[in-house]
């Protein structure tokens, strides 16, 4: 959408909204499928079309991500717009390959899965993106339920559950293609991403050939706790599971969405990595945890805690030593487990 048709859509939603009745016209219920989410988009009332342009903007920003993308590194990494099945949708997401590889050359795969409440793939990951592909790896990024820039239904949440299923169905899809090694599968996930690489490898044990966890949560319990109330009510409202519903009130389902109540199951070799004054996932409350629970069931894992890296939290996407070390970890990781 052009700025300034975007202004006038704005101008006028509001406008809408200033005379529209007290009792807001409802959309009609789904003719079938009743898990699916949509935006009527003849409604008339002003909450319905405000949605509808906030979705259209979401995608005229994905759509210049992605053009910036292949203006940036178009001679070296194809980057390929997919969508996958995924239960019974499809989600969508990207392949990068080099520019050049025959199709019959089977190589490595890693499935990189981001983080944040509706985030989804953006300039910050190009560096690490285009890095493993020159290093010979195939890459998967999955734009997993609740990320933003490809409409209403994808938007809703299910934290631990839709997302975590997505990723796996990414895996399952870029396993079949025949440029992949099935048998060569890792994962790598920050944040939100962490949290979902830990769920994936506790839920499919003998998948992946070798896992990295940044900065995860492992314990949506404990997250619950500590953030303001207006997010915790938006957290429990958006995801099914919650059904809206505090941990109080709903136990069970944060549970079975934290990470270090099933670290027995852990088979893939795991690097973890975090930094000391990181405010959204304190080291006390996840990866201490996470680390002390490895280390006491004897995993295979490695481990590096950075002294109060710039960023806490989003240290790996700074200019810094502190990501550059942290990608130097990955990409020694990755080979030492799925080279040949």
């Known amino acids: ?54 979705h259209e903007v979401f995608a005229e920003q994905q759509q210049s991500v992605r053009l910036e993308f292949m203006l940036k590194h178009g001679a070296t990494t194809n980057m ?22 025959p199709e019959t050359e089977r190589r490595p795969a890693v499935i990189l899965v981001h983080g944040g409440f509706h985030e989804r793939f953006n300039v910050e990951w190009f560096p690490l993106i285009v890095n493993l592909v020159k290093r010979g790896y195939v890459v998967v990024f999955p734009e997993y339920h609740g990320s933003r820039g490809y409409g209403a239904n994808l938007y809703r949440n299910d934290y631990g559950v839709s997302d975590t299923a997505d990723v796996l169905a990414a895996a399952d899809y870029i396993a079949r293609k025949p440029f992949v090694d099935p048998n060569r599968l890792g994962i790598v996930g920050e944040s939100r991403g962490g949290m979902v690489t830990l769920l994936a490898i506790e839920q ?12 995860g949560l492992t314990d949506f319990v404990a997250y619950m706790a500590y953030k303001p109330d207006y997010r915790r009510k ?23 969405v934290s990470p270090i ?11 973890v990595m975090a930094s000391t004054g990181d405010e959204i996932a304190p080291i006390s409350l996840h990866t201490g945890r996470l680390l002390d629970a ?25 200019d810094q030593p502190e990501r550059d070390d942290a990608y130097a970890r990955i990409y020694a990781w990755l080979d030492k487990y799925m080279r040949p």
Request: charged content about 20%.
């Open 294 to 318: 490895l280390k006491a069931r004897g995993k295979l894992f490695d481990a590096k805690i950075y002294d109060n890296a710039p960023g806490g939290h989003i240290f790996m996407h700074g």
């Open 204 to 215: 499919q044990p003998t998948r992946f050939k070798a896992a990295v966890d940044v900065v």
């Open 261 to 271: 109540n099933a670290v027995d199951k852990i088979q893939s070799p795991l690097l």
């Open 80 to 101: 390929e717009f997919v969508q996958y099945p995924s239960g019974h949708e499809l989600v969508p997401g990207y392949v990068f390959t080099p520019v050049g590889m």
């Open 234 to 256: 938006e957290v429990a409202k958006e995801s099914s599971s919650f059904g809206g519903k505090l941990p109080n009130e709903n136990l069970a389902a944060y549970m079975a």
């Open 1 to 54: 959408m052009k700025p300034h048709v975007f202004r006038i859509a704005v101008a006028a939603a509001i406008g809408l909204a200033a005379v529209a009745p007290v009792t807001a016209q409802k959309a009609p219920p789904p003719k079938e499928g009743a898990l699916t989410s949509y935006i009527n988009l003849d409604a008339t009332d002003a909450e319905s079309k405000l949605e509808v342009i906030q």
